[in-house]
């Protein structure tokens, strides 16, 4: 099954964000002053194919620990869902 | 070390070839070894283009393994700026460097104290000197948890602080918000230091400082030292 899996990594809580604060400064520049807090992060998108849904997700899990996100400063949350049936290789269109 | 997009290498070979008259070697990224070598650095830049984090691509370049085997044997490595990015990425040295607390990227003169004598690359210094040291980076705010930088302070593993042309300690001192002014950090053996600021572009008093040679030359020292 191929799925499509969203990686939410941002800056654990007790890591000071200074671009989020420069965001925030930003923002009540512009008048939005009931802003209090702003947390940037990064979102990544993967497709990829695996036998099942549980299996797809303990892969990313791995890929979040070993490099999509830094367990020392940051965490992260996925998000995953099917998109359909995987493609064999062969069988994509060239 | 030369990784796609490192950028003070030139200056490295430079300050130990052409000042210090040591061999040097440029080691690919590709390479599979480091064999015959007293010590690596890992000079500054922005390996992979910075891609996902400083650092973090560069870990896995295939040289990276026979680094850290060397690291483990006792090595001397040194990292510089995006250097020491790289070493916390390959766990060699703890804690995370993050963005500047300015938001700002800073290429200024900074002053720096030598806080402890026991890593391979302050030898020669002695606690309290001051160096004056060039800064150039906009992700070298220095983070730990807590437990960390009790334990690095224990340990006696701080081994440069951002401080006054006095030696004092203080807020106005820190170029970027390390976390208790911490510059350069040594694991726990003290053959591994990554550090910020560029020794680099301090070795001749045409640059304006050679402090930075303090770093180059408790290396050699350090390594004669143990072939006696």
Known sequence: ?94 | MVFPGTWSDRDCAHALLDVLREPVRYIDHREQTVEGLDLVILPGGFSYGDYLRCGAIARFAPVMEAVTDFAHRGGLVLGICNGFQILQEARLLPGALLRNASCEFRCEWVHLRVEQNNSAFTLDGRPGQVLRIPISHGEGNFFADAETLDALERNGQVVLRYCASDGRVTEESNPNGSLRNIAGISNAHGNVVGMMPHPERACEPLLGSDDGLLLFRSAIHALTRVAV
């Open chain 1, 1 to 94: 099954m191929r799925y499509r899996a969203e990686v939410f990594v941002t800056l654990k809580p007790v890591v000071n964000d200074p671009a989020g604060l420069t965001i925030r400064g930003g923002l009540h520049a512009l008048g939005f002053e009931s802003v209090t807090e702003v947390r940037a992060g990064k979102y990544l998108v993967l497709t990829l194919d695996e036998s099942d849904a549980a299996q797809a997700r303990a892969r990313i899990e791995e890929m979040a620990r070993q490099l999509l996100a830094n367990a020392v400063i940051e965490d992260y949350r996925i998000e995953l869902q099917p998109i359909g049936e995987a493609i064999a290789a062969g069988e994509r269109p060239s």
